[in-house]
């Protein structure tokens, strides 16, 4: 049988070739260059291909994206939402505008800045139901602030030469149920896509749990679903492999979760536990080369 022949044994029987499956990779943020940040795009097959030691020959050259910050050893505000990368280049100042790096293509947008009540600020950003939230907690003794983004057009258009960007910012008519001297320590998107849970504590007594409230982002509710806090530092990500929430615990160590059930409260905080190897350090020496680091993968997740 000829090659030409064996050629259709790739075709199957409706006469189109089968689809190539796309590969899957992982974004990684880092500031480790004397200028600014670099986004390191990182083939997920690499990383589980036990002939290949990935982080020992460091990453791939050049990196998807380098971006020198307008002000020395300033840092930046990263957020991802599905394939784009959201990035606030000076977020001190509030005539800065947002840059949209979409991973897809590598291409990279400008876009409006995000509102004044998010510039300099301490808040946290997750995506959830098609849509940006950003929660921010400026100073003692005032609230929180709760915004979300979204891709959808707004209902005024201006025609030109002023016309409205691809996305905008809006904020949510449920305030924060959280005390004004509370922060957020901990936070995750349940595995529904839609739910978004927090965990707060006092801004005086780190060691004392405020509470753990959801935010339901299809009817924006707020439920309380307990006293307890989850147990990480920062943002969890669903792992459906683990069928758990993943993320760092504040003492270095990497910690997995029980999800917490969306619709009872409970007087029990979820199961949780942590490796028995730290991923930090105190001593410089020791730690993994981590400086200030974001992860992004498919579908926003951790992988």
Known sequence: MSKRQHSHLDVDRTGKRPRRVPKKHLYLVLDDWHKGFSIHKIDVDALQDTTTDVLHHGFPD???LRLAAPVKRLH?????MGSDIFIT???CCPHTPALVFDTETAGLTMGPRPPVRL???TTFTVAGGGMLYALTHRHVHEQHSFEAMSWAPTDKDEPWPSPTMRWSWKSMPSPPPFAMDDVISSYALHPDGHTIFMSAHDIRYHHLPKG?????TRNAEWRLHGDWALPFQGQAYYDDGLDAWVGLHKYGYICSCEVASRSSTSAVEPEWKVTKEKLFHKDPERRLGFCDQRIYGNNNQLA
């Open 76 to 80: 930046m505000d990263f957020a991802a």
């Open 212 to 216: 753990t409230f959801s935010f339901d």
């Open 89 to 91: 280049t000076n977020p």
């Open 119 to 121: 510039i300099d600020t």
């Open 62 to 64: 050049p990196a998807a």
